[in-house]
């Protein structure tokens, strides 16, 4: 783990105090806490009727296909442990990577939201409890190698950050980071973001969200998510 890491995980536990104990003093009702994210299965009145989400990648855009995709919440907190399903739209050409969006005109409206299982349920897909985009970065490409240094496959990165939207209304400001997994070397992975066909690939990813709108919680939270996926993708080659 190289030095930049760990001084990222080293400031996790000051980073998170400071997160949630501002939201702590935000209305029940404001989505506050953690969650990740993984494909989920939709279910559809056509053939193949069951799809696992799927992602492919572009230079500058991500579909997910159907659109949007089912997702399965695990590991979440807060009030975000109400729900454990939704669904993620994909995002356009040429959104990657944007900033610069305000709430009222957010990057992506209702990129993620949020509801209960069963697949299918209209919860997933009734635009409450939803995460909008205001920031996007650029992709960011490593290849992975276990403890024999053999090539174990690519992680393709993108951070997020935006705004969490209650039912009731209420807006926290969030971070996220999604990492899609390529069997590709980087050189592969470049070639097929820059092709038509884009890159296939699997994903997960982690959000987490506080309640008070200010740059310098928002920045905190993109460092904690990004130090989280970074963490949990060590564990993995690690197991």
């Known amino acids: 783990m190289n030095k ?4 990222s995980l080293a400031m996790l536990p000051v980073v998170t105090a400071s997160v949630f104990s501002t939201a702590s003093e935000a209305k029940a009702v404001a989505l506050v806490g953690e969650f990740s994210i993984s494909p989920g299965i939709n ?18 855009q991500v579909k997910f296909t159907p659109d949007p995709g089912a997702l399965l919440l695990t590991n979440q907190s807060g009030t975000f442990s109400a729900f454990d399903a939704g669904t993620i739209k994909s995002i356009p050409s040429p959104l990657i990577p944007s900033n610069g969006a305000t709430k009222d005109n957010p990057l992506v409206k209702n ?8 697949f299918g349920d209209a919860s997933i897909t009734d635009e409450e409890d939803a995460f909008s985009l205001l920031s996007i970065g650029d992709f960011t490409i490593e290849e992975m190698f276990d403890h024999d240094n053999q090539f174990t496959g690519t992680s393709i990165s ?3 950050s935006g705004f969490f939207t209650s039912a009731e209304g209420q807006m926290s400001n969030g971070a996220g ?18 092709s038509p066909e884009g890159l296939d690939a699997s994903f997960s990813g982690v959000f987490m969200s506080a309640s008070v709108p200010e740059p310098t919680t928002l920045a905190g939270l993109g460092l904690v998510a990004g130090s989280l996926m970074l963490s949990r993708s060590r564990k993995k080659k690690q197991a």
């Open 43 to 60: 279910v559809t009145d056509t053939a193949p009727f069951v799809q696992v989400t799927n992602a492919t990648l572009f230079s500058d």
């Open 177 to 194: 980071t999604i990492t899609f997994q390529s069997t590709l070397r980087k050189s592969g992975v470049q070639a097929a973001l820059a």
């Open 111 to 118: 990129f993620l939201d949020l509801g209960n299982l069963p």
């Open 158 to 160: 993108l951070g997020l």
């Open 4 to 7: 930049t890491i760990l001084a």
